[in-house]
T-cell receptor
Framework: AQRVTQPEKLLSVFKGAPVELKCNYSYSGSPELFWYVQYSRQRLQLLLRHISRESIKGFTADLNKGETSFHLKKPFAQEEDSAMYYCALSGEYGNKLVFGAGTILRVKS | GAGVSQSPRYKVTKRGQDVALRCDPISGHVSLYWYRQALGQGPEFLTYFNYEAQQDKSGLPNDRFSAERPEGSISTLTIQRTEQRDSAMYRC???????????FGPGTRLTVL
């Protein structure tokens, strides 16, 4: 079965502090992993995907198959990073997404 | 062009009524997905289409739920004889062939009284 776990419902940090949003997954094959973000009053949108190995808005995420994790990191949080973040898994290219429950990131000034 | 649109944005209905939720994908996007999101949880897959063909409906919770995409563009998710437990945000997403990014609409907030 496919499963995504985000253990923290809320992560509160000060501006300029490092951020790590945790994501663990369960899947027997080779998964595609994604981070989606939802800013206040906006729709869900893709932040980054593991296959592109890119950095978006200063965020990076590395797929660790040994630990079945895909944690989202940013070295210095900004207030505009405050949002809901969802980790998602796709077992097959272009197929359905399995989402975690989400983590609210709150960046305080 | 315009992004994925959904209508209505909000729907309040009484238990036992049927509702139809509409999704208009990005023009040219072959794949269309429906998700349901309960409060405090992540989106949960319901069904998806490639063109007009329903490829996977394993996420539909019971036979009160159905979806169609007759011309390979606009899709309708229908819930018959609504129940209070159907209250949720219903999200639609579309995807271009050859890519893995799903683009989401604003969602329809369904409340069943």
């Amino acid at each position: 079965a496919q499963r995504v776990t985000q253990p923290e419902k809320l992560l509160s940090v000060f501006k300029g502090a490092p951020v790590e949003l945790k994501c663990n997954y369960s899947y027997s094959g080779s998964p595609e992993l994604f981070w989606y973000v939802q800013y206040s009053r906006q729709r869900l949108q893709l932040l980054l995907r593991h296959i592109s190995r890119e950095s978006i808005k200063g965020f990076t995420a590395d797929l660790n198959k040994g630990e079945t994790s895909f944690h989202l990191k940013k070295p210095f949080a900004q207030e505009e990073d405050s949002a809901m973040y969802y980790c998602a898994l796709s077992g097959e290219y272009g197929n359905k997404l399995v989402f975690g429950a989400g983590t609210i990131l709150r960046v305080k000034s | 062009g315009a992004g994925v649109s959904q209508s209505p944005r909000y729907k309040v209905t009484k238990r036992g009524q049927d509702v139809a939720l509409r999704c208009d994908p990005i023009s040219g996007h072959v794949s269309l997905y429906w998700y349901r999101q309960a409060l405090g949880q992540g989106p949960e897959f319901l069904t998806y289409f490639n063109y007009e063909a329903q490829q996977d409906k394993s996420g539909l919770p019971n036979d009160r739920f159905s979806a169609e995409r007759p011309e390979g563009s606009i899709s309708t998710l229908t819930i018959q004889r609504t129940e209070q437990r159907d209250s949720a945000m219903y999200r639609c997403a579309s995807r271009m062939v050859g890519t893995d990014t799903q683009y989401f609409g604003p969602g329809t907030r369904l409340t069943v009284l």
